[in-house]
């Protein structure tokens, strides 16, 4: 869609009206001053050569090429689809199980270390594919929405554990559900599912769940992580092996049979993990087997096609049909359109530079070279500082070298000065990704409210909202915690008022203890009541544990 990179600059079009009052006065001048000459017959023959219509041509012509500097200087552009890398791949859901069964060491050095070693090594098999993951336990949680920043996916990866979930459990059938909801329905990708599991619990809604997605052309591709004998379940929090309510040691053993149900319902393969590369590659085999693959566009690599120098050029043809029509004021006219035209040439130039320095930059993007692509964004920058493409996409590159705080400046930069507002959109986004990378949630969770506000359909910015409100809840809390465990070390180490036989101690501070006004009567009254207080509480006590039941500890693994 063709728009102006550049849309402050039109306001020189605001001069128009000015140059068109200045020709109606020069107009109304030559007349006033032929009147006073004297003899019209005599004027006349004096200004034979001269001619009105030429005069007002060449004013047309120079208010046109004055119009379409204007224009060139604005920026025509377009999405360059010459320049667009674009990437071919489906979308693929992981669920990752992470209940404490899956602590157990069968295999060294534990189920979930392994489960996350294949799946690293699967998004490293999938480059140009879009991965989510959604952990579960006794309930289901998205820890990451689609996206094709794989780094992004490999660190939410390595952070999941059996805390992230407090409810203990398997239930795959809320996994399913919830990879489900995490894909776009308008995206006319191929779409699969990855579980990753014990399945030591039997999900009964589970097949039912898969063959749904079956329906809607999802596959979904099972690997059973553990071992048919089983292991017993570490306590992290004991350091001992997790027992039942009958003290017995709890053996945790794969359930083979549901994961192979499940794959075969969903259209998929099932595996048992053996070999990390050799479960890695059968599924990237599996997945490049579901068809012809859809091209999704990473608009953050996206530069423009520029038409400046068409509209340059039209403006330049203008102005020497202007220059050879002869009319006597010609020669002030030329000197001004020639100041105009090098300004013209002059700024074109260094959007020349800014343009080669982007495409320079994303060819070294597209084959991961982040510290050349950075270089070339920096260059491109130079030359144009307020560029909306090099300040964006710079951004890209210095959050893929580990520096997500400069890349939120640079997306910072893009929204000050971009004039489109999907560019605005996006840019807000990816600074408050950077931003909670650095645990800078406030400044987060204002940018993904202001991403938002440009585009309230945006799924993955609200879920990434959520997230980060989620995350700071937490960290308040964090904080609260710190500062009470802090004052109750404080009160700790106060020190006690000890009495010193050798040199009284001065208090001057302290009011003086004052002598009790009760009397003795009084007071035997008073601890008489408070033992017949006591002695109904303990009875009330006793009674209540006499007829409580016991109830056996829930499953916790």
């Known amino acids: 869609m063709l728009h102006f990179q550049y849309i402050e600059y039109l306001i020189a079009l605001a001069a128009l009206p000015v140059i068109f009052v200045l020709y109606i006065l020069v107009v109304k001048w030559k007349k006033n001053t032929a009147k006073k000459i004297g003899d019209p017959a005599l004027v006349k023959e004096l200004t034979a050569q001269y001619s009105s219509k030429r005069f007002l041509t060449k004013f047309i012509l120079f208010i046109l090429a004055f119009a379409l500097c204007a224009f060139a200087v604005a920026g025509l552009v377009k999405p360059d689809g010459t320049q667009k890398i674009n990437r071919k791949g489906s979308d693929i859901m992981i669920a990752l199980d992470v209940s ?13 270390e392994r489960a996350k070693q294949v799946i690293s090594r699967i998004i490293d098999n999938s480059p140009d594919d879009k991965i989510g993951l959604v952990i579960f336990a006794g309930r289901a949680y998205l820890q990451m929405p689609m996206t094709i920043d794989h780094s992004a996916a490999k660190m939410y990866l390595a952070s999941a554990s059996p805390n992230d979930v407090p409810t203990q459990g398997t239930v795959i059938s809320d996994a399913l559900k919830m990879c489900y909801s995490a894909f776009n329905p308008k995206e006319k990708t191929y779409k699969s599912v990855l579980l990753l599991s014990d399945g030591e619990d039997h999900d009964e809604d589970a097949i039912n769940v898969t063959k749904q997605l079956a ?24 350091g001992q092996y997790k027992t039942d309510a009958q003290g017995q040691m709890v053996i945790s053993k794969l359930n083979q049979e549901e994961l192979s149900d499940i794959a075969k319902a969903g259209n998929g393969i099932y595996q048992l993990y053996t070999n ?21 566009s990473d608009s953050s690599y996206v530069s423009f096609e520029q038409y400046f120098q068409y509209i340059l050029a039209a403006a330049f043809i203008l102005l020497l049909l202007e220059f050879f029509m002869a009319e006597k004021k010609r020669m002030k006219i030329k000197n001004i359109v020639t100041v105009l035209f090098l300004l013209v040439i002059s700024n074109t130039s260094y959007s ?12 070294a993007y597209e084959k991961n070279d982040f510290k050349s692509a950075e270089k070339e964004y920096r260059d491109a920058l130079k030359s144009s500082e307020k560029n909306v493409i090099a300040n964006y996409n710079l951004g890209n590159a210095l959050y893929r070298n ?17 004039s489109d507002n999907t560019i605005k959109q996006q840019a807000f986004y990816n600074e408050g990704v950077a931003y909670q990378k650095e645990k800078k949630l406030p400044e987060s969770i204002n940018a993904y ?13 609200r879920q990434n909202l959520e997230r980060a409100l989620k995350e700071q809840k937490q960290q308040q809390k964090q904080q609260q915690n710190k500062k009470d465990d802090k004052d109750n070390k404080d009160k700790k180490q106060q020190p006690k008022n000890q009495k010193n036989n050798n040199q009284p101690q001065q208090n001057k501070g302290e009011p003086k203890p004052q002598p009790s006004k009760m009397s003795k009567q009084d007071a035997e009254e008073k601890l008489k009541s408070l033992l017949e207080n006591e002695k109904a509480l303990q009875d009330r006590l ?10 056996s500890p829930e499953k916790d693994w």
């Open 352 to 363: 020349q530079k800014a343009k080669s320095a982007i495409i320079n930059g994303n060819k």
């Open 542 to 551: 006793h009674k209540m544990r006499g007829s409580a039941t016991p109830v």
């Open 100 to 112: 404490k069964s899956m602590l157990a060491q069968d295999i060294k050095p534990n189920r979930l």
């Open 215 to 238: 329906k809607e052309g999802i596959m979904v591709n099972t690997i059973g992580i553990g071992s048919p004998q089983g292991a017993p379940i570490p306590d992290p929090a004991t």
């Open 449 to 461: 409210k202001n991403a938002l506000l440009l585009n309230p359909n945006d799924e993955d910015a």
């Open 402 to 418: 580990n520096n997500a705080g400069e890349a939120a400046k640079s997306y910072d930069n893009a929204v000050q000065n971009a």
């Open 276 to 296: 990390t590369e050799e479960v890695a590659g059968n599924i990237k085999k599996r997945l490049a087997g579901m068809g012809k693959q859809t091209s999704l």
